[in-house]
């Protein structure tokens, strides 16, 4: 298959599991463990769907996907993961490419279901 | 004609009499005339009563002297202001018993005339006890500390009182009425007494907030409005009271509450999320072996006593803030509680191969603490000290004392905190975007510290820190002479 899907989230617990799930699906995996690493990856490797948590160190899951969205000349599928469900401000979601916002605790099985779903889109588009 | 002269001398006679009694009467029942107006209306009812009376006896043509007599009494009473009797009791002639009835009339008007007195000294009594209880409401009304306006009818601010001053910054002047923009220039709220004023009849009572200023110096105030109804069939809106009430500590309390509750949610569900996860991939045959199996329980396992360890904190801390668990103080040595938390955490030390010192001094400085509760605060410090210094650094407790305070100092070699995170380190949850260790605290330990030792205590907790260096967490306590 071929895509390539890149997962940032503060917890190494977390990464682990997800990277491990989309692996299995036979998709190709870069993790970061922050929002700043997740950046310089995104841009060095374009990634087809970027899953990121929301509340990370230095720079937030929106940050990064505004930043990305705004400096790539394609916009990234994105699955945002969040603690903080319905204290997120809907206006700022709407006005990226954010596909689904996952509260946590989240179904690894469902993630991978959204990441299809995402990876059909693109195909599409 | 004889007859015809006598009737017209009566009718005279009481005519003046009765209309000068009239005006005699009249100062004395209302209290609030002047009193030259009393004087000279008393004066002109006396005048008329002797004009009636001697014109009377002149047409009745009465002996002359008896006739000056009864004006000699009748001008001496009016000099005098007194009323009294007019002939003596032996005259009993047409004239002497024409006097025995006037003498009879004296007597009720008299009684009159002390009535009306007794009432007058009453009313004025009266006016200066409500001018008092005026005064009293008044001071009251100043006393409040919440903010008090009254806005009349025209739009016009008629009373207010210190708070409401300070509130609004000006200084109200009873004697001059203006209108209230003129002394207020906030335009939603000017808008709120104007709204109240107009709607006051259908909805008299409202309790809106109202926010002043904005940013770091912004006030919430609660503002209760009522409107003052009066008129017959109480149709008519005569002014608007309006009563602020400062909310801001409230509104900040319960922002905290909410703040702290989501912060907690936020912390239970990222060990949660974990175990589901884990879970999951199991359950879902995701796992390539027995020993992969093993890995993941294992995860679910250390997620689980971590869930379990961030609950226990989180409660701990609430009932020692709440003031549930009451501290149970004694006097005890700081060197056996420093020496008992360097015994717990080394074994930890020893496994990251940090040396863990502990330089006591020979003397038990003592202090008045809860034996737990310290041990507890000390405790936090240290574990976070090892858990922050990389392998093979160290980490030194020592006692001293101080001016009066006996100081414990926890000093280690790890990463150290920017300067920017020096005060927020205490904060429930806080835990800094720059922190190296990445240790997964809970983000309770150093508030709990703070609490113990600052509010509990009457203590003080210092932090000296610099980024790749080391910290310094320092304690102070009074100590017990």
């Keep these: 298959m071929g895509f390539k899907v890149l997962v940032a989230d503060d917890e190494a617990v977390i990464t682990n599991v997800v990277a491990m799930k989309l692996r299995n699906a036979g998709l190709n995996v870069i993790v970061a463990m922050d929002g700043q690493e997740a950046y310089e990856r995104a841009r060095a490797e374009r990634p087809d769907v970027l899953i990121t948590d929301l509340q990370m160190p230095g720079m937030s899951g929106l940050e990064l996907c505004a930043r990305l969205t705004a400096e790539l000349p394609e916009p990234i599928a994105t699955i945002l993961l969040t603690a903080k469900g319905f204290e997120i401000d809907r206006s700022e979601i709407d006005s990226l490419p954010i596909l689904r916002v996952m509260t946590k605790p989240f179904s690894p099985r469902e993630l991978l279901a959204n990441v299809r779903e995402a990876l059909g889109v693109c195909a599409a588009s | ?481």
Excluded: C
């Excluded at chain 2, 009182?161 to 335009?187: H, L, M, Q, W």
């Design chain 2, 1 to 481: 004609m004889i007859e015809l002269r006598r009737v017209a001398a009566v009718i005279l006679l009481f005519l003046g009499v009765g209309v000068g009694l009239h005006l005699l009467m009249d100062p004395l029942r209302d209290a609030g005339q002047p009193a030259t107006a009393k004087a000279m209306t008393l004066g002109a009812g006396l005048a008329l009563s002797v004009l009636g009376i001697i014109g009377g006896f002149l047409i009745a043509r009465i002996p002359k002297e008896r006739i000056d007599g009864v004006t000699e009494h009748l001008e001496d009473m009016a000099r005098r202001g007194t009323v009294g009797m007019v002939v003596s009791e032996a005259d009993a002639d047409a004239l002497g018993r024409l006097g025995h009835a006037i003498n009879h009339y004296l007597v009720f008007v008299k009684d009159e005339v002390e009535q009306s007195h007794m009432t007058a000294k009453e009313r004025q009594i009266q006016m200066k006890v409500l001018e008092a209880e005026k005064r009293h409401v008044e001071a009251v009304i100043h006393a409040i500390s919440d903010g008090v306006l009254v806005m009349d009818a025209f739009g016009d601010l008629v009373l207010t009182n210190e708070a409401a001053e300070k509130i609004f910054g000006f200084t109200f002047d009873a004697s001059a009425r203006k209108p209230v923009e003129e002394t207020i220039s906030d335009r939603p709220f000017l808008e709120l007494l104007h709204e109240m004023h107009e709607t006051g009849l259908a909805v008299p009572h409202r309790t809106v907030e109202w926010v002043q200023g904005s940013g770091e110096n912004a006030r919430t105030w609660r503002v209760i409005l009522n409107t003052v109804v009066e008129g017959r069939k109480h149709d008519r809106v005569s002014g608007v009271v309006a009563v602020l009430h400062d909310v801001t500590k409230e509104k900040e309390i319960a922002r905290m509450k909410s703040d702290f509750v989501s912060n907690v949610s936020h912390e239970l569900k990222a060990p949660l999320s974990s175990i589901k996860a884990y879970a999951e991939m199991l359950l879902d045959g995701e796992v390539a072996d027995e020993a992969e199996a093993g890995e993941f329980l294992g995860v679910i396992a250390g997620e689980t006593d971590r869930l379990g360890r961030l609950i226990e904190s989180i409660l701990n801390l609430s009932r020692l803030e709440s003031g549930l668990i009451p501290a149970k103080k004694t006097d005890l040595a700081m060197t056996e509680i420093l020496r008992d938390v360097g015994d717990v955490m080394t074994p930890q030390a020893t496994k990251k191969n940090i040396r863990l010192e502990t330089d006591l001094a020979p003397v038990f400085f003592r202090v008045h603490a809860d034996r737990d509760l310290l041990y507890q605060a000390v405790l936090n410090i240290v574990s976070n000290a090892v858990k922050y210094t990389p392998e093979g650094g160290q980490v030194s407790i020592s006692t001293y004392l101080d001016d009066g305070s006996v100081v414990v100092d926890v000093v280690d070699t790890g990463y150290g905190i920017p300067p920017e995170d020096m005060d927020r380190v205490f904060e429930k949850f806080y835990r800094s975007p720059h922190s190296a260790g990445g240790a997964g605290g809970t983000g309770l330990g150093l508030p709990l510290v703070k609490h113990v030792v600052e509010t509990i205590h009457g203590g003080r907790v210092a932090l000296e820190s610099r980024v790749g260096k080391g910290s310094v967490f320092r304690i102070y306590l009074p100590a017990v002479r």
